[in-house]
């Protein structure tokens, strides 16, 4: 936990997995080649997939490195219309994992499998001693129902991935006030997921606004890897994250800096 998190407890994790569930990778391997400077900026974790944890060894190995052991059923899906353990822990103690990482989906139509695979994974970490993230999504993958963005069910998830034996959540975020509702129904830290593709100063005033409903930190992919300055977004998150920045003092800093 301790290379996952920083020594505040916070983390800004940057998500590189998008090979395992998506065509939208643009980024993704120059983002890779450059987590060593990335690092420098205060980023503190990746999530990588196992063969980018094979072929990228010496870029993740000053960072803290989550492996993600579940992929997709359907790579040119972008719903993730289901997915699959490809993976388990002995696989990510072979690569050098700080921690391990799947979906699980309550209240979807694979409920049942994912979280089958949950609990089988929670007692393997336990037995070898590694941290499991749960990325607990109510209802699938993507946004597609009111319910599926709302805080109390995405709540609900987060708790009911804990009691499944995470370590860590991750999950999505609303944007509204009520998001308070899932770290307080948390016992365990709660990485928001990366948040909008949007401008800067709604983005960073996001971020900001997780840390104050309670998250442990942030997991973002595109918002670094197909931003023009992923360094000054690395920097500006991490003030956020992890010296209680504004999004106007963030954004301040992602001007500043011209990488």
């Known amino acids: ?79 993730v219309p289901d997915n699959f353990p490809a993976f388990d822990v002995t696989d990510a103690l072979k690569v050098g994992a700080d921690s391990v990482v799947i979906m699980n989906f309550p209240g979807a139509h694979n409920e049942r499998s994912t979280n089958e695979f949950a609990t089988m994974l929670a007692s393997q970490c336990d037995e070898w001693g590694m941290p499991l993230m749960l990325e607990a ?24 991935s804990e009691e499944l034996g995470a370590d860590i959540i991750k999950t999505r975020y609303s944007g509204t006030e009520d998001d308070k509702l899932i770290a307080g129904n948390c016992t365990i830290p709660v990485l928001a997921l990366g948040g909008p593709k949007s401008g800067h100063e709604t983005y960073f005033d996001f971020v900001e606004h997780v840390i104050a409903c309670g998250a442990s930190g942030v997991a973002v992919g595109r918002n670094i890897t197909q931003d023009e300055k992923p360094m000054a977004v690395v920097a500006a998150l991490s003030a956020l994250v992890h010296d209680g920045a504004t999004g106007a003092e963030a954004l301040e800093i992602y001007n500043k800096l011209d990488k």
């Not at 993958?141 to 109390?152: M, R």
């Open 1 to 79: 936990m301790a290379n996952t998190f920083a020594n505040d407890k916070r983390s800004v994790t940057l998500a590189l997995d998008g090979f395992g569930f998506s065509e939208n990778t643009n980024g993704v391997d120059k983002a890779a080649r450059t987590v060593p400077e990335m690092v420098k900026y205060g980023l503190d974790n990746v999530i990588v997939t196992y063969g980018q944890a094979k072929n990228f060894t010496e870029c993740f190995t000053g960072v803290g490195m989550t492996l993600r052991l579940d992929m997709t059923t359907g790579v040119y899906d972008s719903s």
């Open 137 to 160: 999504l109510p209802f699938g993958y993507p946004v597609t129902t009111d319910d599926s963005n709302a805080p109390g069910k995405i709540a609900t998830a987060a708790r009911f």
